[in-house]
């Protein structure tokens, strides 16, 4: 049972990690295209 | 299509959560390898959804290959027809490995022409390279988690963690070919870099075909397969399996729509951002 825990465990923070750097991602490009827009000002 | 995304994003959590219930207690207790057995939910789906990634990838980066060339681009259309009729005479006139339906390769060989053509219709230009970009990275993903679930149940099935065998070591090749893909993109800053990464990939595609197929080819260690391969499946763990696929299926899509708009995006901020170096008035010495 362990082993199918740890598997359907791993399998989902595997997901989350991956869906969280592409929060980060998109969040430093926000930040980076208000910083263009500023500058255009 | 932005209205879209989050209706779908809750129907993907819904589908994904029957998907959990089902495979942790719809599907019944398989009676050799017990409750572990149903890692099998999670580690097949996972596998079919990062092939099919890969597969897109490998069919983007041609695009984008023969793209550059219009009539390189009618050759390759020429040839993708031919391989569509070849693949569909073979399958009926030459003999296949034990347990491969004729039906099944030629319906394979038809989807993945009409794949390359659809690609070709709604991904032009530099939006092909986007795609390619982006199925590569959420297919490592996937195939990362194969490799992970694949041990966790090999463990208390076999005794072993790992074993050298033809499927898993060609698993293993194909994710450190997508990983180099994904570091090249990254760390070359090169104009050459798209190109490079669309020949890699052709190259690392290659090994889909065999990760896929090593098991009727190669005496292997890993089970054979139980869908489209001969073998046979209680259809409540076929209908458990199914769904799983399904949900990760479209979970991969919001995945690749949301990591596809983020390449769009970056891609125009760093052209505004090339652009602005380029008017700003330079202080002469």
């Known amino acids: ?41 | 299509m932005k209205r879209l995304f989050p209706i779908f994003a809750i129907l993907t959590a819904a589908l994904l959560s029957y998907a959990l219930y089902a495979a942790l207690v719809g599907a019944p207790t398989e009676q050799t390898m017990g409750e572990v057995q149903r890692i099998f939910y999670y580690h097949v789906p996972s596998a079919w959804t990062a092939f099919l990634l890969f597969a897109i990838n490998f069919l983007a980066s041609i695009q984008y290959l023969v793209g550059m060339n219009p009539k390189a681009t009618r050759v390759a259309n020429w040839i993708a027809g031919a391989i569509a009729v070849a693949t569909v005479l073979a399958a009926y006139l030459l003999p296949l490995p034990e347990g491969v339906r004729p039906s099944a390769v030629a319906t394979s060989g038809i989807a993945v022409v009409g794949l390359y053509f659809l690609i070709q219709r709604f991904f032009p230009e530099q939006k092909v390279d986007v795609l390619a970009v982006t199925t590569a990275e959420v297919g490592v993903v996937f195939c990362t988690i194969v490799l992970i679930t694949g041990p966790l149940w090999a463990r208390p099935v076999w005794g072993i963690w790992w074993t050298w065998d033809v499927r898993l070591t060609s698993t293993l090749v194909l994710w450190l070919i997508y990983v180099s893909y994904i570091m090249l993109r990254r760390f070359s800053s090169s104009s050459q870099t798209p190109v490079l990464a669309a020949a890699l990939a052709v190259f690392g595609a290659l090994d889909v075909p065999l990760v896929y197929f090593s098991i009727w080819i190669f005496r292997t260690q890993h089970p054979q397969p139980v869908v489209g391969g001969g073998g046979s499946i209680d259809p409540r763990m076929l209908h458990t399996l199914l769904i799983n696929w399904l949900a990760f299926m479209c979970f991969a899509i919001l995945v690749c729509w949301s990591r596809y708009r983020l390449e769009v995006l970056t891609r125009d901020a760093e052209e505004t951002a090339a652009l602005e170096a380029m008017l700003e008035p330079r202080s002469l010495p």
Do not use: C, P, Q, S
Request: charged share 25%; no cysteine; net charge positive.
């Open chain 1, 1 to 41: 049972m362990n082993f199918l825990y740890a598997a359907y465990a791993v399998t989902w923070i595997i997901h989350i990690v991956y869906l969280g750097t592409l929060l980060r991602r998109y969040t430093r490009l926000r930040d980076e295209m208000k910083r263009l827009n500023k500058t255009e000002d």
